[in-house]
């Protein structure tokens, strides 16, 4: 039986970064209404570590295949582009780039027909930010790969992004990198990703600014 994705029906969601600031408000907007499986390095139902593909490959083995996948983690250095090093650069590349693709690569496999992908990106790379040039380089790869992988799926699977601004329940750590801009409650950034999960477009790039 062809198995559709209505947004009256119960979904089996995935949640990597589930225990975060962002990702436990998606959480809580999605585990009324569907079954919630949160997947954090080294908290939640399943541990994953993003830049390694065997970790990502047993996180799926466990958890079996699902609806959707969500990614609400990623990590990168913030550091000056005159003092950063290669090695600086490398913590954005494996985690929140090819983390984040690696995650589609191998899921894609353990989605149910007419399932969606969603990651993450940020507002950094289209608002700069001192020291920031390595998470929008990673942010920016992500909505490319995301825009163009979109047009590759068939068996209905859909995937988009959703690039978060500074939140307010953040903002007061993080003011003196974000002078100037207004930050977002992480509930309106939820609702990008229950959006993406729970509606039919793909290929799209949710900004919460």
Known sequence: MKKTNFRSERMRILV????????????????????????????????????????????????????????ASGAAKFQTIEAMTPEDN????????????????IGQHYLLHDGSITLTTGIMKDDPIPGGASAAMANGGVAAFVKSAAIDFTQGI????????VL?????????????????????????YVKSIEGKQTGQEYKVY
Not at 33 to 52: F, M, N, P, W, Y
Not at 90 to 105: C, E, F, M, R, Y
Request: proline share 3%; aromatic share 4%.
């Open 16 to 71: 990597v970064g589930g225990k975060g600031t962002i990702g436990q408000v998606i959480v809580g907007k999605l585990e009324k209404k569907h079954e919630v499986i949160i997947a954090g390095r080294t908290s939640g139902d399943v541990q994953v570590d993003l830049t390694e593909v065997a970790s990502i490959e047993r996180m799926f083995k466990k958890v079996g295949h699902v609806d959707a996948i969500v990614n």
């Open 90 to 105: 490398l913590v954005a590349v494996q985690s929140k780039l090819l983390g984040q693709i690696n995650l589609v690569l």
């Open 158 to 165: 859909r995937i988009n992004c959703v690039s978060p601004n």
């Open 168 to 192: 307010e329940e953040s903002y007061d750590a993080y003011q003196e990198s974000f002078k100037g801009f207004v930050p977002v409650p992480a509930e309106r950034v939820a609702m990008a």
